[in-house]
């Protein structure tokens, strides 16, 4: 069993930027993949960006590329998602992850947080 907590969301406006956490507890955290998804009001579940266990390899969506940074230390046990040039269109809930692999699909996670609310103003 995994248990996974975020935190760093807020409300911010536009251009501004965030890093939200998660902190992983529970069985070996460096053996799995994280990911990050959101969801807006009245939209499915997205993916944003994963990594593997090592950090050697990353994916993001397209709609984030070249803004968001996924990044992780095992020795903390914590995940991180830097999000810079916020835009309104990336106002949702975040939840962090974790998989057996970096894949955009949801239902290859095994173990969510509840989420963390990120708000961009125009």
């Known amino acids: 069993q995994v248990q996974l907590v975020e935190s760093g969301g807020g409300l911010v406006q536009a251009g501004a930027s965030l890093r939200l956490s998660c902190l992983a507890s529970?069985?070996?955290?460096?053996?799995?993949?994280m990911g990050w998804f959101r969801q807006a009001p009245g939209k499915e579940r997205e993916f944003v960006a994963a990594?593997?266990?090592?950090?050697?390899?990353?994916s993001y969506a397209d709609s984030v590329r070249g803004r968001f940074i996924i990044s992780r230390d095992n020795a903390k046990n914590t995940n991180y998602l830097q999000m810079n040039s916020l835009k309104p269109e990336d106002t949702a809930v975040y939840y962090c992850a974790v998989g057996n692999r970096v894949t955009y699909y949801s239902h290859d996670y095994d173990y969510w947080g509840q989420g963390t609310q990120v708000t961009v103003s125009s």
């Open positions: 529970g069985r070996t955290f460096s053996m799995y993949a």
């Open positions: 990594i593997s266990w090592s950090g050697g390899r990353t």
